[in-house]
């Protein structure tokens, strides 16, 4: 497929759909990869390896579960100071159906879908590249606060440099 940039490609489609992702090689990437995609909601795998990748691929990326941990949900089951917040899940994820992997260094892009579904992406996929990009709806700031004092956030740090 031709170049574009992932930017630019999502929010003319990943961004429309109702679960789709990104997973970006960073604002101005020069180098590394960045894939985006859509997917099916799916809990993580019981044994869900964080940062492994498959050097045979383009990009190491070849579909499988994408997602996150929440942080205060780990810290809470290492027995860590934590406020899990009950309107957030703790993790959430998908399982990849199909995905675009960009190449920033070579400005290359390719299009990766199961055989079952290469129609179903490639379509998607001339939608997407045609289609008018959304535009975000700005969300007011919000104010940070602490959940401890600077005190107890001291304690606590010294509490793990001990456990270190």
């Known amino acids: ?18 679960h789709g992702f990104w997973l970006d090689a960073g604002p101005d990437a020069r180098e590394g990869w960045s894939h985006l995609g859509v997917g099916t909601p799916a809990p993580p795998p019981l044994a869900a390896v964080i ?11 070849g579909g499988g ?4 941990f929440g942080y205060d949900g780990a810290a809470a089951r290492a027995g860590a100071p934590a406020v ?8 959430a994820g998908l399982d990849v159906t199909w995905f675009v992997s960009f ?27 045609t289609s008018d990009p959304i535009v975000p709806t700005p969300i007011p700031p919000r104010a940070a606060t602490a959940r401890v004092t600077a005190a107890r956030y ?3 740090i010294e509490r793990c440099r001990d456990a270190i």
């Open 51 to 61: 940062g492994a990748g498959d050097d045979r691929l383009p990009g190491r990326f």
């Open 154 to 156: 001291a304690e606590l």
């Open 84 to 91: 899990v917040d009950a309107d957030v899940p703790d993790t």
């Open 65 to 68: 579960w994408v997602g996150w």
């Open 103 to 129: 190449d920033h260094a070579r400005q290359e892009a390719w299009l990766f879908s199961p055989g079952t579904a290469r129609e179903d992406a490639a379509t998607h996929l001339d939608r997407w590249l």
């Open 1 to 18: 497929m031709p170049w574009v940039d992932p930017d630019a490609l999502f929010v003319r489609g990943p961004a429309r759909e109702p």
